[in-house]
C-alpha cells in the first residue's frame, strides 16, 4: 500500500519559517519523482516543488521560487520542503506527491499523494 505522510505544517507569522516533512512507502522511492503541490480554500491545486529521480532536476512554481527549498533523502524515503519568508497568500493544504516525472508541475494528474498538512501563514 503507498502511503505519503506530510508532517511538519502549523501556524506561522508572515515571514516565518516551516520545514514539511514526507515519509514515503509502498513503492520504489528512489525511482520516483516527488515533491509537493498546495491548494487552498475556494482555489484550484498549485504546483509547488519536485525533485525528480533520474538526474535530479529540481522544479518550483513561480510564487515559491527563491523562497521554498525542496530536498530528499533516498536513504529515509524523505522529502523536505523548507519554506522561508513565508507570506499569507502561502496558506494551503500542502500536499506531498508523487510519480514517474513531476506531473503536477505541468497540469497533469499525479499518482500518489498523501493527506496534506496544513499551513496558516498569519499577516
Known amino acids: 500500500e503507498v502511503q505519503l505522510l506530510e508532517s511538519g505544517g502549523g501556524l506561522v507569522q508572515a515571514g516565518g519559517s516551516l520545514r514539511l516533512s514526507c515519509v514515503a512507502s509502498g513503492f520504489t522511492f528512489e525511482d520516483h519523482a516527488i515533491g509537493w503541490f498546495r491548494q487552498a480554500p475556494g482555489k484550484e491545486r498549485e504546483a509547488v516543488s519536485c525533485?525528480?529521480?533520474?538526474?535530479?532536476?529540481?522544479y518550483y512554481g513561480d510564487s515559491v521560487k527563491g523562497r521554498f527549498t525542496i530536498s530528499r533523502d533516498n536513504a529515509k524515503n524523505t522529502v523536505y520542503l523548507q519554506m522561508n519568508s513565508l507570506k499569507p497568500e502561502d496558506t494551503a493544504v500542502y500536499y506531498c506527491?508523487?510519480?514517474?516525472?513531476?506531473?503536477?508541475?505541468?497540469?497533469?494528474?499525479?499518482?500518489?499523494w498523501g493527506k496534506g498538512t496544513l499551513v496558516n501563514v498569519s499577516s
Open positions: 525533485v525528480r529521480s533520474n538526474d535530479g532536476r529540481i
Open positions: 506527491a508523487a510519480d514517474r516525472v513531476c506531473s503536477w508541475i505541468y497540469g497533469l494528474g499525479v499518482d500518489y
